[in-house]
C-alpha cells in the first residue's frame, strides 16, 4: 500500500507550523498507524531530514501516549481506538491522510504532532487521589463494594488520560477526563472523605487551565479510545451540586 | 446571590444555570402555549380575546412577567458569554474535522439556534407583546394574530422560528437534564419521553398557529 500523508510540521513552541506532504510507499496492511509513520521517519533519517516527532510508548493502547488527529478525527477513523492500535486496513490504499497534533488552548504544541498534556497532571495533583490510609491489598479487599459499583468505577479508571476528549470537543473541555477520574473515586468507599474538596478542586484547576465548557455534544464520548460513558460526565455534575449545597 | 455569583465562577456553575434559566422558559413555553391554544376555539376569537384582555390586569402577571424577562435575560447573556469564551479555547483550528462523525448537528449549533430564536423574540414582542400592553383604546388580539399570520411571509418566519427553536430544544432539554446529573440509565426513558414533548410537541403546538391561520385566511 501507498498513502500521501499531509502532516503538520512545527519546529517548536514558538515555531509558525505548516503542513508538508510525504510519501509512505511500501506499507503493509497489518502494519499499525504508528509502524507506518517508523517507515516514513526512517525514510526521512536515511535522506538526512528531520524525522516526524510524535508520541507513542507502551504501543498496545494502554499508556495513553500516542494520539494525534487523523482525517479530522481523534485516533482516527475507527471508534473505542488508540492510535497505536489502528492498523493501515483501515486505510484505503492510494488515500491522502492529514495529521495534526491536538489543538487546544491548554494543549500546546512542543513539536510537530507532539503537545504538552501536562494541564492533565496539574488536574490530577489537584485532587485526583486518596490520602487515606487505605492498607494493603489484604485491607481493601475487606472492604465490601458492591460488584455492579466495582465495575463502573473499573470503567471510569480506563481513562488512559490522552486526551481525544480535548482534542474532538468544540470548545476544547476536559469534562470527561475530569469526569472519569472524579466518578472513578466518588463510587469507592475510599474516595468518600475526600469527595467535596476534590470535585471542587479538580473543576477548579481544569478552568484554570484553560480548558473550556462542557456543551454536551458527546463527541468526547464518540472519540475516548476506552470508550468512557457522557453518564461519568452527569456524575460529575451531581458532585458538583451536592459539594455545593451541602 | 452568593449560591448565584458562586456557581457563575465555575464552569460547571455557569452551564447549571444555563440549565436551569433554560427549563423555566421550557415551563413558560408549555403555559404560553396552552393559553393560546384558545386561538382555534371556533367563536371568532371572543374566548382568546377575553384571555388576552384578562392576562394584563392581573397583577401578578405582571410580576411573573418581570421575572421571566429575567430568566429570559440571563439565558441569552450567559449564552453569549459561554460561546465566546469557548470559542478562544481552540485558538489554531484543525485543517481538517470531521464533527459530523461524532456529534449531532443539534449539539454544535446551539448558539447559532438561540440567536435566530431571539431575532424571533424580538419580532414576535413588537408584533404581539407591545399592542396587548401599550396600545390605547380597544385592541382584539385575534383579529391582530388572524391579520399578521394572513400574510405568508410572516407566517413562514413563524413557523421556520419554531423549527429552530425546536433544533434548540433537542438538544438544550436533555443537556440541560445531563447538566444536573439525572441523565444516567434510570432515568433515560423518562429524559426522552419528555424531551420528545418538549423539542417535539410544544414547537409544533407553535407553527401549528401561523399555518392554521395562513390556510383559512
Known amino acids: 500500500m501507498q498513502f500521501t500523508l499531509k502532516v503538520w510540521r512545527q519546529h517548536d513552541r514558538q515555531a509558525e507550523g505548516k503542513f508538508v506532504e510525504y510519501k509512505a510507499t511500501d506499507i503493509t496492511p497489518d502494519m499499525s498507524f504508528l509502524e507506518m509513520l517508523d517507515a516514513v521517519n526512517l525514510d526521512l533519517a536515511r535522506n538526512g531530514e528531520e524525522t516526524i516527532a510524535f508520541d507513542h510508548d507502551c504501543r498496545e493502547g494502554i499508556c495513553g501516549s500516542c494520539g494525534m488527529y487523523i482525517n479530522g478525527r481523534a485516533h482516527g477513523p475507527l471508534r473505542g481506538v488508540a492510535t497505536c492500535q489502528l492498523y493501515m486496513r483501515s486505510f484505503k490504499d492510494g488515500n491522502t491522510i492529514v495529521l495534526e497534533p491536538w489543538r487546544a488552548k491548554a494543549f500546546p504544541v512542543i513539536k510537530d504532532l507532539v503537545v504538552d498534556r501536562s494541564a492533565f497532571d496539574r488536574i490530577i495533583q489537584a485532587g485526583g487521589y486518596v490520602s487515606v490510609d487505605t492498607g494493603g491489598v489484604p485491607d481493601a479487599n475487606t472492604i465490601p463494594v458492591p460488584k455492579p459499583i466495582a465495575e463502573e468505577a473499573f470503567d471510569a479508571a480506563a481513562c488512559i488520560g490522552c486526551g481525544a476528549c480535548v482534542a474532538a470537543c468544540k470548545n476544547s473541555s476536559a469534562m470527561l477526563f475530569v469526569a472519569a477520574k472524579v466518578s472513578q473515586l466518588a463510587l469507592l468507599p475510599q474516595g468518600q472523605p475526600e469527595q467535596k474538596a476534590r470535585v471542587e478542586r479538580m473543576i477548579a484547576q481544569m478552568d484554570e487551565e484553560e480548558f473550556g465548557g462542557c456543551s454536551n455534544t458527546y463527541a468526547c464520548e464518540a472519540e475516548c479510545p476506552k470508550e468512557i460513558s457522557v453518564s461519568h460526565i452527569a456524575r460529575l455534575n451531581r458532585e458538583f451540586l451536592k459539594a455545593r449545597l451541602k | ?217
Open chain 2, 1 to 217: 446571590m452568593g449560591i448565584l455569583s458562586g456557581l457563575y465562577s465555575s464552569s460547571v456553575g455557569k452551564k447549571i444555570l444555563m440549565g436551569t434559566t433554560g427549563l423555566f422558559l421550557c415551563i413558560y413555553l408549555v403555559v404560553h402555549l396552552a393559553g393560546n391554544l384558545l386561538l382555534f376555539k371556533n367563536d371568532n376569537g371572543e374566548s382568546f380575546n377575553a384571555y388576552a384582555e384578562l392576562l394584563p390586569s392581573l397583577t401578578i402577571i405582571r410580576i411573573i412577567e418581570i421575572v421571566l424577562f429575567a430568566i429570559f435575560a440571563g439565558h441569552i447573556v450567559l449564552g453569549t458569554i459561554f460561546w465566546t469564551s469557548n470559542r478562544k479555547k481552540r485558538p489554531k483550528k484543525y485543517e481538517v474535522n470531521k464533527q459530523s462523525e461524532n456529534s449531532s448537528i443539534f449539539s454544535r449549533t446551539m448558539f447559532l439556534t438561540g440567536s435566530i430564536v431571539f431575532i424571533f423574540l424580538v419580532v414576535h414582542m413588537r408584533q404581539f407583546w407591545g399592542p396587548s400592553r401599550f396600545a390605547t383604546g380597544e385592541v382584539s388580539m385575534y383579529h391582530l394574530v388572524k391579520t399578521a399570520f394572513a400574510n405568508p411571509l410572516y407566517a413562514m418566519f413563524y413557523i421556520i422560528a419554531m423549527a429552530l427553536l425546536a433544533f434548540h430544544l433537542r438538544h438544550g432539554f436533555q443537556s440541560a437534564l445531563q447538566t444536573f446529573g439525572v441523565s444516567n440509565q434510570k432515568y433515560a426513558l423518562m429524559v426522552k419521553v419528555l424531551g420528545i414533548i418538549f423539542w417535539l410537541v410544544i414547537p409544533a403546538g407553535f407553527a401549528a398557529m401561523p399555518l392554521f391561520f395562513l390556510l383559512n385566511s
